[in-house]
């Protein structure tokens, strides 16, 4: 089966622009997981959808992060406007039950 | 709350040499632990992950790591390593009321040096 896909894999974008990140899971996967690593730290959850709703997203750091997974496939992650802190690679999962999480190989943000 | 430490950083080790990368983690609540490795430009894999049952786990690629209840640690461990493992290594909890999101340490960079 196909991966877990993130497009762009890198994005250097200004400060104060917007950005969109793109995850698609794997088909059939109905948890779709973000998280981001900021560098030199953890690698921290953002939030979890289950299909097309928001089960969680306690770790979406304001409200400048919007996520959307549209009818239940694909998700998007913009950041608007983009800051400097915002720097860093984000990654998605996806899974059919819990714990067996496949990541796909990120998105590098860079903000300048 | 839950947090893992990832007690070093950096380890270079030679190549055939053992290797041991340590994870320690606190929780109030049963867990759930998971070691991922990153290649370079790759995506985060899952070497292998202790749910419940055996507490030393066997992984992918040779790795096998212990769940130590009392110590509170998840240690990994492979007793000889080639140049191709060379990557960060990520230790991760999680457990039930957490639904189920991962807790990530900082990583380990294990550089495998001929």
């Known amino acids: 089966e196909a991966g877990v896909t993130q497009f762009p894999s890198h994005s250097v974008i200004e400060k104060g622009q917007t950005v969109t990140l793109r995850c698609d899971p794997i088909s059939g996967h109905d948890n779709l997981y973000w998280y981001r690593r900021v560098m030199g730290k953890e690698i921290k959850f953002l939030l979890h959808f289950v299909k097309e709703s928001k089960q969680d997203e306690s770790g979406m750091p304001n409200n400048r992060f919007l996520a959307e997974r549209t009818g239940g496939t694909y998700s998007t992650l913009k950041v608007q406007p983009a800051e400097l802190e915002d720097s860093g690679v984000y990654f998605c999962?996806?899974?059919?039950?819990?714990?067996?999480?496949?990541f796909g190989s990120g998105t590098r943000l860079t903000v300048v | 709350a839950q947090s893992v430490t990832q007690l070093d950083s950096q380890v270079p080790v030679f190549e055939e040499a053992p290797v041991e990368l340590r994870c320690n983690y606190s929780?109030?609540?049963?867990?759930?632990l998971f070691w991922y490795v990153q290649y370079p430009n790759q995506g985060l894999q899952l070497l292998l992950k202790y749910l419940s049952g055996s507490t030393l786990v066997k992984g992918i690629n040779g790795f096998e790591a212990e769940f130590n209840k009392s110590q509170t640690s998840f240690h990994l461990r492979k007793p000889s390593v080639h140049i191709s493992d060379t990557a960060e290594y990520f230790c991760a909890v999680s457990d039930e009321g957490s639904n189920y999101k991962l807790t990530f340490g900082k990583g380990t960079l294990l550089t495998v040096n001929p």
């Open positions: 999962a996806s899974s059919r039950r819990n714990y067996g999480y496949t």
């Open positions: 929780s109030s609540v049963s867990v759930y």
